[in-house]
């Protein structure tokens, strides 16, 4: 399910009313009718409506569905890209689509440009996806769904996600700066850097380290807990200090003390709240993915225990953030739909992900290079962004501009 844009610059605002109209209808209908759709396009009746409607499905962005009682359409995952991409282009958020550089178990992310030309993420939620695939229990059970529910869904995934990123960015963490939400998608500064699953060498692995474990204290000090905290969640930005003399060397020409790594967090659609059930699990499991990766890719293993649940809480409770977990309650991503997205993510799957995929490296032996290009290879939903990529899709963005649709 790639997003392809191409076709956006080529629809009248006529087909997306048309296609707004479709979106209206599937709240409450699987099939929406036609008679339905012209009404809520809001547009008179008529060949206009029609030819709208047939140009839409023609480009997959509506899909036609027979029904026992009553021939209509449904909205497909295209047509929801579309709309939302409508939508920030409005807001003059998006001018540009260039390439996709990642996708990952549950979203799309793609390089876009403001008219500036600065470059964004957009990152398109697509709840359900993996598990359609791949769990049969799982494929039978979405079949038996409302089909508006991945759409819920992935819009619920994408609201919390940027409230929690917005929440996080206000106080000081390390995440990219959130621009705006449409739908299932949302749009933020680009991070030019590897994930530290890429970065084959770290000059001091334990002052990273414990920069990565303070952070986990810090964000349950602020009353929360990541949830998937691992290598492939923390982009590290490597910059050269300069020397004495004030030269800034190549960073290939820099000595371990002249290069500073700094990590960036993303990916927060599993955050819970340190008042979670089962919180003292996920805080364990953050923990331990770091532990974990640090042994075997730089064989670094602290000295320190922990840190532990019980530490995190008692400095919760002593010297307390602001109630971040709270916060984002209050901003609009009610608890109800925090219950809501927790359940189908349970029920599809996309939650204990993160801890079966350490479990298959853990069997990894330490020296065993082929094996690990092995699990790369068999890794392919797991994004391997470079910042060379994303350089070379900057030189293509112009390839898809989505015109002025107005
Ligand atoms: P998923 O939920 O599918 O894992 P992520 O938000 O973790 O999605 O993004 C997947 C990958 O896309 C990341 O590992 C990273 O390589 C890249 N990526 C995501 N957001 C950004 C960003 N703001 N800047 C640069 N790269 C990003
Ligand atoms: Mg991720």
Redesign the pocket.
């Known amino acids: 399910m790639k997003l392809d844009a191409k076709a956006i610059r080529y629809l009248t605002n006529e087909d997306f009313k048309v296609l707004a109209g479709v979106e209206t209808g599937s709240r409450n209908h699987e099939v929406v009718p036609t008679p339905l759709i012209v009404q809520l396009s809001g547009l008179r009746g008529g060949s206009g409506v029609h030819r709208a409607i047939s140009n839409l499905a023609k480009i997959n962005l509506i899909a036609k569905v027979k029904n026992a009682k009553y021939d209509g359409y449904r909205l497909t995952y295209g047509g929801l890209d579309y709309l939302a991409l409508n939508g920030h282009q409005k807001q003059k958020v998006v001018y540009s689509v260039g390439n996709q550089?990642?996708?990952?178990?549950?979203?799309?992310?793609i390089?876009v440009a403001h008219s500036s030309g600065a470059q964004?993420?957009l990152?398109i939620?697509r709840l359900g996806r993996i598990s359609f695939r791949t769990v049969k229990t799982n494929r039978d059970y979405l079949r038996h769904r409302h089909t508006g529910s991945w759409m819920y869904m992935s819009r619920l995934a994408a609201m919390k996600?940027f409230a929690f990123m917005k929440a996080l960015r206000e106080n000081g963490f390390p995440v990219?700066e959130p621009i705006a939400q449409n739908r299932h998608t949302i749009v933020?500064?680009?991070?030019?850097?590897?994930?530290l699953?890429q970065i084959a060498k770290v000059p001091k692995p334990a002052k990273l380290y414990s920069e990565l474990m303070d952070m986990i204290l810090e964000l349950a000090r602020y009353g929360l807990i990541h949830g998937?905290f691992n290598e492939?969640?923390l982009?590290i930005k490597e910059e050269v200090i300069p020397d004495e003399d004030g030269n800034t060397p190549d960073i290939e020409d820099a000595d371990d003390d002249h290069i500073q790594l700094t990590p960036?967090l993303?990916?927060?659609?599993q955050m819970v709240s340190i008042d979670h059930a089962n919180a003292e699990m996920y805080f364990d499991r953050d923990v331990n993915c770091v532990k974990r990766f640090f042994q075997r890719k730089y064989h670094f293993v602290s000295d320190a225990p922990g840190p532990f649940f019980a530490d995190a809480k008692k400095r919760f409770l002593k010297n307390p953030g602001k109630r971040l977990d709270v916060e984002v309650e209050a901003s609009g991503f009610s608890r109800k739909m925090a219950r809501e997205l927790e359940k189908y993510m349970d029920e599809v799957g996309a939650n204990d992900d993160a801890g079966e995929r350490d479990d298959d490296e853990e069997e990894e032996s330490d020296e065993d290079e082929e094996s690990e290009e092995e699990e790369e290879e068999a890794d392919d939903e797991?994004?391997?962004?470079s910042s060379a990529e994303?350089d070379e899709s900057s030189k293509r963005l112009d390839a898809l501009e989505i015109s002025g649709s107005s």
């Open positions: 550089i990642g996708v990952g178990k549950e979203s799309d992310i390089v964004r993420i990152k939620h996600e990219p933020m500064s680009l991070i030019d850097a590897f994930p699953r998937d492939f969640n982009l960036i993303i990916d927060f659609p797991q994004p391997e962004q994303v």
